[in-house]
């Protein structure tokens, strides 16, 4: 088992959450149980499944569940980009996220490819 709260990758997940939260205060209240509800929900996965792997004894089920989290880290990126494309968020608010996003999806898939080659 491994300790996700010593994983730069969890703990950048982690940062990601706020930043997102706090993106999701631009968009409309008709979105609260749309796409708001939607972004929350697949930025709080990252982190999640990050730690949930970390919890898992075998290498395989640790690599699943990375690859769940990189899921996730893409499903955001879109919606954050739907809602820009909406004019939902402005484009100078949504540039820094989705830059994070991708940041942290070369990091996850990184972990993956380390992990797999160490099968």
Known sequence: MRNFRELK???????LVKDVYTLTQH???SEKFGLTS???RSVISIPANIAEGC???SNKEFIRFLQISLGS??????HIILCRDL???????SKPAIGNIQKLQKRIASLINYNASNF
């Open 9 to 15: 990758v969890w703990q950048e997940a982690r940062t």
């Open 27 to 29: 968009l409309p209240e």
């Open 38 to 40: 939607q972004i929350q």
């Open 55 to 57: 919890g898992k004894h």
């Open 73 to 78: 880290a893409y499903e955001l990126e879109s």
């Open 87 to 93: 004019n939902f968020i402005a484009s100078d608010l």
